[in-house]
């Protein structure tokens, strides 16, 4: 089975900018993740998308975004980007399930977001 | 408090020497328990889930698991040098929740 994908892998951008990431996950994984890691931070959660609906939520600003499609792929919008919004931004896909335990995550390479 | 707590190390050990890593979590709600390890400029690859208290074991490595104390463990025994990353805890309940990680380095 193919892994998750994630794309691009590089970004770079000016401050006020705005930017989609892509995250494609492993074949029949209805849950995807978004997490971004920072040196200072580590990884945070960002929200969790399950059949096209966002699931869960982390503690970011309204300028992080993101959505699923039908065929579980995710996208997910940064706009008026920061310079702390430099970043690698990791996709995680999972079974996912309707409720209960948290199925394992499996993660992409991750999109490494530089902002100037 | 953070929600997952890791030393961040760095953790030295000798080639062939057991690394013990801890971590420590604070919603007592949690169900899963996960071992990610990281190597620098890679993404986070797991390494064992753990769901019961007691001990779980693959190969040379071993979760361990204390619900009571909020507790989860890793051991890695035979430790080689390409163990030398980043290893992340991880805790889910209503989503997944990530220590800092520490960072074991296993000198030959």
């Known amino acids: 089975k193919a892994g998750v994908t994630q794309t691009p892998r590089y970004l770079i951008k000016t401050r006020g900018q705005q930017v989609t990431l892509s995250c494609s996950p492993i074949?029949?994984?209805?849950?995807v993740s978004w997490y971004q890691q920072t040196p200072g931070q580590g990884l945070q959660f960002l929200f969790e998308y399950f059949s096209e609906t966002q699931r869960n939520k982390g503690n970011f600003p309204g300028r992080f975004s993101g959505r699923q499609f039908s065929n579980s792929r995710s996208e997910m919008n940064v706009s008026t980007l920061e310079l702390g919004d430099s970043a690698l931004y990791l996709c995680a896909s999972s079974p996912g399930s309707a409720g209960g335990r948290l199925d394992t995550q499996y993660f992409g390479p991750g999109t490494r977001l530089t902002v100037l | 408090q953070k929600e997952v707590e890791q030393n961040s190390g760095p953790l030295s050990v000798p080639e062939g020497a057991i690394a013990s890593l801890n971590c420590t979590y604070s919603d007592r709600g949690s169900q899963s328990f996960f071992w990610y390890r990281q190597y620098s400029g890679k993404s986070p690859e797991l390494i064992m889930f753990i769901y019961s208290n007691g001990d779980k074991e693959d190969g040379r490595f071993t979760a361990q698991l204390n619900k009571a104390s909020q507790y989860v463990s890793l051991l890695i025994r035979d430790s080689q040098p390409s163990d030398s990353a980043t290893y992340l805890c991880a805790v889910g309940s209503n989503d997944m929740r990530f220590g800092a990680g520490t960072r074991l380095t296993v000198k030959p």
């Open positions: 074949s029949g994984h209805r849950s």
